[in-house]
């Protein structure tokens, strides 16, 4: 048995099941008595590709630990050697979470029962990255096929702080805790129960952690997907599900999207940007230079270019696409690749013109960006950056030496053509991002911060210094796309981006997306999906659009469409040329003094098409084309603390039980058998009269 823990006990977390309360006495469960459950915990899950699995998992019922706050790397021989109590479940700091410490304790894993991570409310000084040193290096453009010589980043390593912790497979649990009052409740547990002075071994009782993060999948994706069509029920259970998600795309001058495939005398200009993200937990991928930089200067342009794009529209069309799972292979630039190839887009591969991408774009180190192309296709894809820069803080460069193209979503693009295009980006050579694909990708690393007592209305119309910069950027992609769809370079001074629309999309995506703004641009039926804390862009297993990317498609529509109330009203039932155009009806803002919203439809060219690989299409789960990645399915995802009997007490509870049953049993035997005898009554006289 385990006694009650020397704390009070919480309220399980919302979604885990509630025991019930007898009102009239007013008394606590014992599993109350016994447990604390933990409030907040983000796991790190199991993820398959065509050829292996990585990522985390406990047992089916959990795994149990003795808790051990580790205090430095040193420790580590207290939980692998010197222990007496294992096996430990391990609670460290996240400057502590290095490969390092990792693969030591996952050397040791007979004695590890789980890593419990504490994540600070402050970036760390120095930087980290638990992706790889050569992101998506095998489904790129460079192969033994296309320029060997600048393929796995011979040339430049991109991401040289990069650990590939997140490709990393664990055999035990690996969360994640903010540090709050669960944590200040865990460190004093161990404190009082686990911490010996002078040497001394802990007594029992200790205190022990139990995590439940069950991964249904293994193996591979080959492997899990053949599990999936093994059907021998009516409701069989699924393993695993591809990554997934859709695109966001829309364009100057409207498309035909009934009509797919080729359109004759139709050129465009594709301006992209990636949306999504991720960190070693899944759902801590605050991605802000990785991604959000990149696509909230997209969105910036997309707004700056309406105006002039209608009252002087240049001969070429631009569209704008936003691609969701580009960290896995690039999941919705292949798909869409893919789909323009099976004529099953607006347009195919031989209306594009070029490509102009926007990466990361934060501008940490100086005001300059630079201009990557691919140098085997680089012929015809010069851009008048000086002109587009021109009057601005920030100066556009080419790096002046051959190097491969970053990873960007335009290398799938090559792989199909060789189209002329650039990606932007704000680092010469390697990644200029110190926390690439992390937790600590957020607002604190863009520098996105408030003067203190502002309103969170207040916060979202300051104009932040890194909004200011942003919009420069944005700027300098809104003239470089006019100039290459043709537009006259007399009316780039008209182009600008505006820094209230910046600062406001920034705010709405790395602080709360839950604010005023947002929600006027969405429909009522959306309003739960806004929080209170950043976006997170993990791009999951969505079979319907995910939180981000509807936040998305609702903003393209609104920066780039207009208001049509003449022509459809109750929720856009009645609307015109819906081939041409989508529309959205989004709840609007509140007049003075009322509390009713004025709702009002929006026509625009945005729209969404699927962001699923190919390969999962194709049931060629072993594909080296296309990205094969999925997720693992899991019923229980909950961490808890309580007091832990020594072993010996526990063998001693066992032995105890297992002797009263045995004693029961024979008593009830000896009884069942004597029974005639112990449970008879006299025999009454036969002449008795009633």
């Not at 002039?308 to 798909?335: C, K, M, V, W």
């Not at 999906?529 to 297993?541: I, M, S």
């Not at 019923?635 to 001693?652: D, N, P, Q, W, Y």
């Amino acid at each position: 048995s385990r006694p009650a823990i020397s704390v009070t006990a919480r309220d399980p977390p919302v979604g885990h099941e509630r025991s019930r309360r007898l009102t009239s006495v007013g008394c606590n469960s014992v599993e109350k008595k016994i447990y604390v459950n933990l409030n907040y915990t983000v796991p790190c899950v199991r993820l398959l590709n065509a050829t292996h699995q990585i990522g985390c998992q406990s047992h089916l019922s959990g795994n149990v630990g003795v808790l051990h706050v580790l205090e430095s790397e040193e420790n580590l021989d207290w939980v692998l050697h010197s222990g007496l109590t294992p096996p430990y479940l391990v609670i460290l700091e996240s400057s502590l979470f290095t490969r390092y410490s990792e693969h030591t304790l996952k050397n040791g894993s007979s004695r590890v029962a789980g890593v419990a991570v504490v994540t600070p409310n402050a970036n760390p000084s120095q930087g980290t990255s638990p992706h790889t040193s050569c992101p998506n290096e095998n489904t790129g453009v460079y192969t033994e096929n296309y320029d060997p010589t600048m393929a796995r980043c011979n040339v430049t390593v991109w991401n040289p702080l990069g650990t590939g912790l997140s490709y990393e497979e664990f055999d035990f649990p690996i969360f994640a805790m903010k540090e709050d009052n669960d944590t200040q409740v865990i460190r004093q547990c161990y404190m009082d129960h686990n911490r010996a002075g002078n040497g001394s071994t802990p007594q029992y009782p200790l205190c022990a952690m139990q995590l439940y993060s069950h991964m249904s999948a293994v193996t591979d994706t080959a492997t899990c997907m053949r599990r999936n069509n093994i059907n021998f029920s009516l409701s069989p259970e699924m393993v695993c599900d591809p990554l997934s998600d859709f695109n966001v795309w829309a364009s100057t001058r409207p498309l035909n999207n009934t009509a797919k495939g080729h359109k004759e005398g139709e050129s465009v200009v594709l301006a992209a940007a990636r949306l999504d993200s991720r960190s070693f937990f899944f759902d801590i991928a605050p991605g802000a230079e990785s991604g959000v930089s990149g696509f909230v200067a997209l969105l910036a342009a997309a707004h700056a270019l309406r105006n002039a794009t209608q009252e002087a529209p240049p001969p070429r069309n631009i569209l704008y696409a936003f691609f969701h799972g580009e960290t896995f292979d690039y999941i919705g630039s292949s798909r869409m690749v893919y789909d323009m190839e099976k004529n099953n887009f607006a347009v195919d591969l031989d209306n594009i013109h070029s490509v102009l991408e926007v990466g990361q774009v934060g501008l940490h180190a100086e005001s300059r960006l630079w201009l990557h192309s691919d140098p085997v296709s680089r012929k015809n894809s010069s851009v008048n950056e000086e002109s587009a820069a021109s009057g601005l803080n920030v100066s556009v460069e080419e790096p002046g030496f051959s190097q491969p193209l970053p990873p960007s979503s335009f290398q799938r693009f090559l792989r199909a053509r060789p189209i002329p295009g650039v990606v932007i980006e704000d680092h010469r050579s390697a990644f200029t991002n110190s926390f690439y694909e992390s937790m600590y990708d957020n607002a604190e690393y863009l520098n996105i911060s408030y003067p203190p007592d502002l309103t969170p209305d207040e916060q979202l119309e300051y104009v932040t210094d890194t909004a200011k910069a942003l919009t420069e950027v944005a700027t300098v992609v809104a003239r470089t796309l006019y100039i290459q769809a043709g537009g006259a370079e007399s009316r780039l001074g008209s182009i600008n981006a505006d820094p209230q629309m910046v600062t406001r999309i920034l705010y709405g995506f790395l602080v709360r997306s839950n604010n005023s703004w947002f929600q006027q641009l969405i429909p009522s039926d959306l309003v739960s999906h806004l929080t209170d804390r950043p976006t997170n862009f993990y791009v999951g297993v969505a079979q319907q659009p995910g939180k981000p990317t509807l936040l998305v498609q609702y903003l393209l529509a609104n920066l780039t469409g207009i208001v049509v109330s003449d022509t459809c009203f109750n929720n856009c039932v009645f609307v015109l040329l819906p081939q041409m155009y989508s529309y959205l009806w989004v709840q609007g803002a509140a007049p003075p003094n009322s509390t009713e919203r004025v709702g009002f439809c929006m026509r625009s060219a945005a729209r969404l098409s699927k962001a699923l690989s190919p390969a999962f299409d194709l049931h060629e789960y072993t594909s080296k084309d296309y990205s094969t990645w999925t997720e693992s399915r899991w019923k229980t995802i909950k961490g808890r603390i309580f007091l832990v009997a020594s072993h010996e007490l526990e063998m001693l509870t066992l032995g105890v039980g297992v002797g009263v049953l045995l004693t029961s049993l024979m008593l009830t035997y000896i009884m069942s058998s004597k029974a005639d005898i112990l449970f008879s009554s006299g025999r009454e006289p036969a002449n008795a009269t009633y």
